[in-house]
């Protein structure tokens, strides 16, 4: 090969990296990042209440029913686009609604809760983050939807909207009530 013909080679190799790369960016969703505990079980866990740091909530206490794990902090901004939704549909899911406070002061977290209101059936503290590392918790908002015997399901990173609700949840929260594992 003519080596005045190598840079134009290495411009159409870039060139054609470059291409895929926008072309595979557009047939996946960024905010579904496939999580390896989809399917298998919840990590074990006890942590203390938002209200009362001396109760202790766990796993066990939440077997026997689908629960939807709703990830929040008051330090986190695109938790105030999903918290409304979350106060309007949250009912509607039919499922426990469980809130998971990441890396949040209380008093903070109270404040805030005090302030939007509060869609929780019960609200859990991670306040060192280290439950939510057995998550696989990038960050806030996630929500992992968890059947009733405590195997994950889905996981949703991102603000949840009317629309996730309409097309994942709310399938995927009856198929479980039928006995369906998705």
């Given at each position: 090969?003519?080596?005045r013909f190598l840079p134009l080679a290495g411009f159409a190799l870039v060139f054609a990296l470059l291409g895929f790369g926008i072309w595979w960016s557009g047939r996946h969703d960024p905010r579904e990042v496939p999580s390896p505990?989809?399917?298998k079980p919840a990590p074990t866990f006890s942590l203390p209440t938002l209200d009362d740091p001396?109760?202790?909530i766990g796993n066990q206490d939440l077997a026997g029913q689908p629960y939807l794990l709703n990830v929040f902090a008051s330090w986190c901004f695109?938790?105030?686009d999903e918290h409304p939704i979350l106060m309007?549909?949250?009912k509607?899911?039919?499922v426990k609604l469980v809130g998971f406070n990441y890396k949040d002061e209380p008093a903070d977290a109270k404040r805030w809760i005090a302030q939007f209101g509060d869609?929780?059936?019960l609200i859990i503290a991670d306040l060192p983050g280290d439950v939510a590392i057995d998550f696989g918790v990038t960050g806030a908002p996630e929500t992992f939807l968890v059947d009733a015997n405590g195997v994950i399901r889905y996981k949703?990173?991102?603000?949840?909207t009317p629309e996730i609700i309409a097309t994942e949840l709310l399938p995927r929260i009856a198929l479980m009530k039928q006995g369906a594992p998705r």
């Open positions: 090969m003519n080596a505990l989809i399917n001396s109760k202790k695109a938790c105030r309007q549909e949250g509607r899911l039919g869609p929780y059936d949703y990173i991102s603000p949840i």
